[in-house]
Structures are given as C-alpha cells and as structure tokens.
C-alpha cells in the first residue's frame, strides 16, 4: 500500500474517532441540566391529600465507563420550590434538595431525525424538605419551620435530540416518583411536630427539558 493511501487512511480513522468521542452518545463523560414542572398528590394518614406544584432544576453527571454498551451511572441533583399552599398540614411554602444516585441507558443509534430514546432508574438517597409552617397555639397564630427527610424511587423516559458532529444534545423527559417524607425536626410555636407525626406520601411527577454534554 502506498504511503499517501496509508496517510488517507489514518487521516479518515483519526476523524471518525474525534467525532465519536465528541458525540454525546459515544462520549465517556455525561453532563446535564434540566428545568421543568412538578407537580403531585402530597398526602398524610388521616387527612385528604392536597395536590402540591414547583419549578424544578436538576443537574446530573455520569460515566459511561464501556465502550460501545450504551449504560451510565451517575448522581442526580435535584432542587424543587413549591409554590402552593397546603393549608391543611399548617405548611405555608417549600423547598427541596435531593442527591438521587442513577443508572441511565439510552439506544446505541438514533430512531429519526437525530432522536436518542433513553430511560433512567435512580433512587433517593439523601433528601431533605424545608417548609415554613403555621399553627394555632392558644388562640394564638404561630410560625416555625419544618424539616422533612424523604426516600423512594424515581422512574424517567424521554428523548434526546443528538444533532450530527456536535458534543451537546437537548433532551425532553418525563419522570415520576415515589416518596415518603418523616418529620425530622420543627417546631411551630414552641410546640414539637416531631412527636407522634405521621409520614407522608408525595407521588410526583416532573416534565423536564434539558441541555447534555460529553467528553
């Protein structure tokens, strides 16, 4: 084989590498930031549940530490601000944080048009609530702040649109979870919510849109 065919050669398969390596599906390192909607039935034991709606942002990264096996296992982060009121439990707002370790798996080729299906399975690990609250002590309206901690799974699908020779990609999900929140310290008025509380169950869900990267 002449040298100018074996430079044409190694030039092409140089090329092909760089643009696998920089495809966000082929990439060893994943990134990601999410924005969207949740929304859900927040429900304790003996009351009726009361539907609770936020903003989301979640920011991910993962591996991909196989070549070729379209699997990745990272660590989700999630924050949530609720913006209704739920008058019966005395909570008058609330944030969240959450750290969701996950494994992601996604279709090793596009369907059409450059989309990705992909599907993510994760589990809450360390989360925390904070809610301000009110109560009526005496005659008296008081104030306080809770905290709750919460567990469960979180389920998500969606689709990546993963344009030709560029690192990053646009990604629309759908995800659902499952969580139980206890009372882990508050007190509203000097009296402890803590003593003999109820867990709750928050069944969510989230549209999310977001922006993903790889090297």
């Known amino acids: 084989m002449r040298p100018s065919m074996i430079l044409h050669f190694t030039k092409t398969a140089a090329i092909s590498a760089l643009i696998l390596a920089t495809t966000p599906a082929m990439a ?4 990601e930031l999410s924005v969207g909607q949740r929304s859900g039935n927040f429900e304790q034991s003996g009351s009726s549940g ?15 530490p196989i070549p070729l096996v379209p699997i990745g296992v990272g660590v989700r982060l999630v924050s949530d601000a609720f913006d209704a009121k739920i008058a019966d439990h005395g909570f008058k707002s609330m944030t969240s944080t959450a750290i969701v370790p996950e494994v992601t798996a996604w279709l090793p080729f596009s369907l059409i048009m450059d989309l990705v299906p992909f599907a ?20 008296v309206t008081a104030s306080g702040s809770v905290v709750l901690k919460s567990t469960g799974p979180r389920l998500a699908a969606g689709l990546n649109y993963e344009p030709s020779l560029l690192p990053i990609s646009v990604s629309v999900a759908f995800e659902q979870s499952s969580e139980t929140l206890s ?9 402890d919510l803590t003593s003999g509380a109820k867990d709750i169950t928050f069944n969510n869900t989230a549209i999310l849109v977001g922006v993903k990267a790889g090297i």
């Open 183 to 191: 009372i882990s310290e508050g007190k509203v008025g000097g009296v």
């Open 50 to 64: 009361k539907t609770l709606s936020g903003q989301t942002v979640e920011i991910a990264g993962y591996l991909d």
């Open 120 to 139: 993510r399975v994760g589990y809450t690990a360390v989360s925390a609530y904070k809610a301000t609250a009110e109560a009526s002590v005496g005659g």
């Open 28 to 31: 060893l390192i994943h990134g």
